[in-house]
């Protein structure tokens, strides 16, 4: 089944601790992005990739990593978690030929 | 900045109407996408218009794009309980890279 896989699905944490959000997909798309979701702010773009070892900063870089050494993988890192990264956080894959995202399932972080 | 900003932000209708909603964008764009979530889960891709398109068909959904007003509408006919949603517009910026801006969505409650 065509997917875009994130993991975990939830996950706390306390402020401070490094951690890693795993996004893959198994669909050989070109570009992977990665959104946080907050009430009344929509999807807002953290940083996306157009292929392996291109990656560009979305609206929201600050605070956040990412990495793009295979096409189907596309981690994102906090380096050290504050409590205003708790938010809903999707990974999301396309192709470059036809555009339109298939989205993971979400990771809803906490910091404390 | 948004680049996709949707009206309006909450609709309630009785099942069997129609729903209308409306996103603004503010840059060129190669075309303009569609999604559906539902509560906290992962965005599902509905419908794609590029940018030469007035107007698309799929089953219930029905989008028009008027880029001289840098707008587009997406018509949901004979509305039924399982399309309570949020509808999200996405503009990808025309630049050929593939930053796409979400707007913060329309919550749609279809009452049965």
């Known amino acids: 089944e065509a997917q875009v896989t994130q993991n975990p699905r939830y996950l706390i944490t306390v402020t401070g601790k490094k951690l890693t959000v795993t996004c893959s997909q198994n669909?050989?798309?070109?570009?992977m992005s990665w959104y946080r979701q907050d009430p009344g702010l929509g999807l807002r773009q953290i940083y996306y990739?157009?292929?392996?070892?291109?990656?560009d900063k979305g609206d929201v870089p600050e605070g956040y990593k990412v990495s793009r050494k295979e096409k189907r993988n596309f981690p994102l890192i906090l380096e050290s978690p504050s409590p205003n990264q708790t938010s809903l956080y999707f990974c999301?894959?396309?192709?470059?030929?036809?555009?339109?995202?298939?989205f993971g399932s979400g990771t809803r972080l906490t910091v404390v | 900045s948004q680049q996709g900003e949707e009206d309006p932000q909450a609709l309630s209708i009785q099942e069997g109407e129609n729903a209308t909603m409306n996103c603004s964008y503010k840059t060129s764009i190669n075309n303009l996408q569609w999604y559906r979530q539902n509560s906290g889960r992962g965005l599902v891709h509905l419908i794609l218009?590029?940018?030469?398109?007035r107007e698309k068909h799929s089953g219930r959904l029905r989008v028009t794009l008027d880029t001289s007003k840098k707008s587009s509408s997406l018509l949901i006919t004979a509305s039924r309980a399982a399309d309570t949603a949020s509808y999200f517009c996405a503009a990808p910026f025309n630049t050929g890279g593939f930053k796409t801006i979400f707007g913060a969505g329309t919550r749609l409650f279809v009452k049965a």
């Open positions: 999301a894959s396309s192709s470059a030929g036809t555009p339109g995202y298939t």
């Open positions: 669909m050989n798309h070109e570009y």
């Open positions: 990739s157009m292929n392996v070892e291109v990656t």
């Open positions: 218009i590029r940018s030469n398109e």
